[in-house]
């Protein structure tokens, strides 16, 4: 599995582009590099492009691993928003799975989306915020 970081021109948000067969080592592996970012802040966005991902082998276990991995890093990650973006049908409903298990613990949102375009609609902050 391999991950790609890129970094909005205003550094208010982070792109992670994965791709290939997805596995626990792997997603582990790009939640340290988010958080060790030398850009990182705590309360930054977060797009997930997972559509070139296959995570249907990783398994509840698997999952599982991943949940309590990423609660220990939920002070890093801060109140922020977190949009995954799956592309096919199995890694869709793993992705909703994990969120539906996860958002209850953290202080932050997490959307699973389809579209890329939804996913960055929902990450971009409010007009009303900008007031």
Known sequence: MMHHIEIDPRGTAFT???DGQGDVEGIIAFLDAIVT????RPGLNILL??????I???TVEGIDRVSVYFLTLSPQLGDCKIALVMNRDIDFGIARAW???TREYVD???GVF????EAR?????SKDAAD
């Open 16 to 18: 992670i582009t994965t």
């Open 37 to 40: 970012h030398p850009q990182w």
């Open 49 to 54: 492009d997972h559509r070139r991902l296959d």
């Open 56 to 58: 249907a082998p990783i």
């Open 99 to 101: 969120e539906l298990v």
């Open 108 to 110: 932050m949102e997490i």
């Open 114 to 117: 389809r579209s890329i375009e």
């Open 121 to 125: 609609h929902w990450l971009a902050p």
